[in-house]
């Protein structure tokens, strides 16, 4: 158990900013944190719900209570064709998908390489490569902040969409995630139309590849175009990719023939923010210390020594841009404090 106050959550954000809160709080156990909430007062709000911190900008100090599970652990029960694989929150999200892949359930590889924590996953609703979080939770195991009371709920209940939650909006700050079930496959049918998916294969020569190679390719495919945060500080994706009315998709990619996208449903066409993005000539462009990553401009990145306060300015010279070009307003994926 930690309680320490003016913390340094420099190893706590992957952006690698060194703010501070005015107390961080962290348990390795559900028996330590049921005995400190009753003790948290109204003079300890308001409260941040931590996991690995990467996707998340400290634009300042933050003047609350920071929370942190380091819960560790997990379990698993077959039912037939079934795994449900139980994890703590505080278990790396990629190890668990290594572990995943290395007992030959399927459902996670997709997902490989995501930096984070479990919990997150479920706050998140992480998605990579045509797959999303929320297509292989279970259920979800909390504490209630304010009354200690244990809760599961069930995926169906958590207000599931693209990279939102309940535990993101109207449930933030509320619920301390213990444990995240996820419901796997002992068979492999691999999800291969998205992005470069199988022109990766092909280049090694595989057609059907097994849930080991479908792991290794996705790992390949994000180190080859996205930095690693232990070495240029970053969130991954610092935008998500806007979902428009099929009419303005129609009447912009009538003005723009290379535009790409992806169809959501009979109304709407998803448009990938990388292509907005660099189409308004961001691509490696820095502002001081901040930057746009040369491979990836959907990826913003902290040159050394930036602060979050140029990396949110960064962040809104884009917005503007994007929508000046395209009427298109691009919105933060990151968790901005």
Known sequence: MKDI???SL?????????????RFIEFSSEEELHPILPTLTDAD???LILGAGSNLLLTKDYDGTVIHSALRGWTYRAEGDLIYMRCASGENWDEMVAQSVA????????????????GASAVQNIGAYGAEAKDIIESI?????????NIVFAAKDCGYGYRHSHFKSIWQERYLITHVTYRLRTTFTPQLDYGNIREELRKKGISSPTLAQMRETIIEIRQAKLPDPAVEGNAGSFFTNPVVPRAQYERLASQHLSMPHYSVDDEHEKIPAA??????GWKGRSLGRAGVHHRQPLVLVNRGGASGSEILHLCREIQNDVQKHFGINLLPEVNIR
């Open 5 to 7: 106050r003016n913390y």
């Open 10 to 22: 420099l190893g706590h954000n992957t952006f690698g900013i060194d703010a501070r809160c005015r």
């Open 45 to 47: 709000a308001p409260y």
């Open 103 to 118: 007992h030959g359930w399927s459902g996670m590889e997709n997902l490989s390489l995501i930096p984070g924590e479990v």
């Open 141 to 149: 195991e909390a504490v209630e902040r304010a009354t200690g009371k």
């Open 275 to 280: 292509w907005l993005i660099e189409q308004c």
